[in-house]
């Protein structure tokens, strides 16, 4: 019913940057929230940034300071900004959008490695 298109992962060097971009379509009477979580091997999914139907941010903390969420409401899109990578930001970063009735969707997920 619901379907995310993210984009944007890729290689980049320690102190590089990277904009991720996710496209939400489908069956959408509203959009509640969006964002994007992360998932490294060996470690447990965790909240990178999301942004709610009013505009309200959250940021994990170790993001906050170097990461930028953005959306473009009428196009579905979320977008995250990621400055100043670090090694330790290597994962594979998925796409979340809860829609409608608060129904939770994910993307595929997009590689993102940071070489030191």
């Known amino acids: 019913q619901v379907q995310l298109v993210e984009s944007g992962g890729g290689l980049v060097q320690a102190g590089g940057s990277l904009r991720l971009s996710c496209v939400a379509s489908g069956s959408i009477f509203s959009i509640n929230a969006m964002g994007w979580y992360r998932q490294a091997p060996g470690k447990q999914r965790e909240l990178v940034a999301g942004?709610?139907?009013?505009?309200?941010?959250k940021y994990a903390d170790s993001a906050k300071d170097r990461f930028t969420i953005s959306r473009d409401n009428a196009k579905n899109t979320v977008y995250l900004q990621m400055n100043s990578l670090k090694p330790e930001d290597t994962a594979v970063y998925y796409c979340?959008?809860?829609?409608?009735?608060?129904?939770?969707?994910w993307g595929q997920g997009t590689q993102v490695t940071v070489s030191s």
């Open positions: 942004v709610t139907r009013g505009g309200g941010t």
């Open positions: 979340y959008v809860l829609v409608n009735l608060s129904k939770m969707y």
